[in-house]
């Protein structure tokens, strides 16, 4: 497994491992201390797993937390997202820098997202599960949902929006999630 820097994002890794595959199907390590210490993260931080199954079409996101926010790893274990991360953290380099990843089953390439980013994806097939390994426990009074279509990040979803949330369809663009926190 290997950790690659992520140009677009600052203190953002794509997480490649080297599945073995023969005749039965593959075999790979989706996570690695080591690789992730190796970037100067803390492996321990982790303490949630979590996962999802989305089917084809739909757009969960573009989520955050506030407060202290939340680091996490993103994998798609089965299937094939559109994955998508927005840099919100104002003190940093790539703030409102995008940054947009293939990730799937067949690669099970993994995403570390910094805390401050927003995320969200689009399942590409007709099941997605995305796995999530999480470095805060999750307090849904902290959650932040913008507009997955807000204009200024002009997302390029790969395919017509088939389902959303209320939570996700009803979100206010980034500008007044802004006015509001500022508030």
């Not at 009074?141 to 204009?151: G, K, L, Q, R, Y």
């Amino acid at each position: 497994m290997k950790a690659i820097e992520v140009p677009e994002i600052d203190g953002a890794f794509l997480l490649e491992p080297t599945p073995h595959t023969d005749e039965r199907g593959f075999f790979c390590r989706t996570f690695d201390a080591e690789v992730i210490r190796s970037v100067g993260l803390d492996p321990n931080a982790f303490v949630q797993d979590s996962v999802s199954r989305t089917v084809r079409g739909v757009v969960r996101g573009l989520h955050l937390r506030s407060g202290a926010g939340e680091a996490k790893l993103v994998r798609c274990s089965h299937g094939k997202i559109f994955d998508v991360v927005v840099d919100l953290r104002p003190a940093s380099p790539t703030y409102r820098n995008r940054a947009f990843f293939e990730l799937s089953g067949d690669t099970q390439r993994t995403v570390y997202i910094p805390a401050g980013c927003a995320h969200g994806f689009q399942s590409l097939t007709e099941t997605a599960d995305t796995s999530y390994r999480i470095d805060r426990p999750h307090d849904p009074s902290e959650d932040v949902t913008i507009a997955f279509d807000d204009p200024e990040f002009a997302i390029p979803w790969p395919l017509p929006v088939t389902s959303m949330s209320p939570r996700d369809r009803e979100a206010p663009r980034l500008a007044e999630v802004l006015k509001l926190q500022r508030g």
